[in-house]
């Protein structure tokens, strides 16, 4: 199983940023996938998790509000939409699929993860 990120970059504090993932080597429609992000020196958190339908979804407290996660069944595609972007989310942000069908927010639960992309929110 294959995944991988595009998308980061360097924005402005305020500004919005569309992070995907590209899914390959399993059956994509049948399990949950979610982002996670790690910032310099702290352990990787959960940002958002969707499930193999869609309509579940779940999102950190942080950065409910501000981010949407979305699934394309067909082009085998994860995407997070962040808006009103802030310094805090500064962090390598990395995709991966769950071992289920949930939406989750469990680092455990998740088999496979990519190999992260950068944001970097400016102030």
């Known amino acids: 199983v294959q995944l991988v990120e595009s998308g980061g970059g360097l924005v402005q504090a305020g500004g919005s940023l569309r992070l995907s993932c590209a899914v390959s080597?399993?059956?994509?429609?049948?399990?949950?996938m979610g982002w996670f992000r790690q910032a310099p020196g702290k352990e990787r958190e959960f940002v958002a998790g969707i499930g193999w339908s869609s309509s579940m979804t779940s999102y950190a407290s942080s950065v409910k509000g501000r981010s949407t996660i979305s699934r394309d069944n067909a082009k085998n595609m994860v995407y997070l939409q962040m808006n009103s972007l802030k310094p805090g989310d500064t962090a390598v942000y990395y995709c991966?699929?769950?071992?289920?069908?949930?939406?989750?927010?469990?680092?455990?639960?998740?088999?496979?993860w990519g190999q992260g992309v950068q944001v970097t929110v400016s102030s």
């Open positions: 991966a699929a769950s071992r289920f069908a949930r939406a989750t927010d469990r680092e455990n639960e998740y088999g496979y």
């Open positions: 080597g399993r059956t994509f429609s049948n399990y949950g």
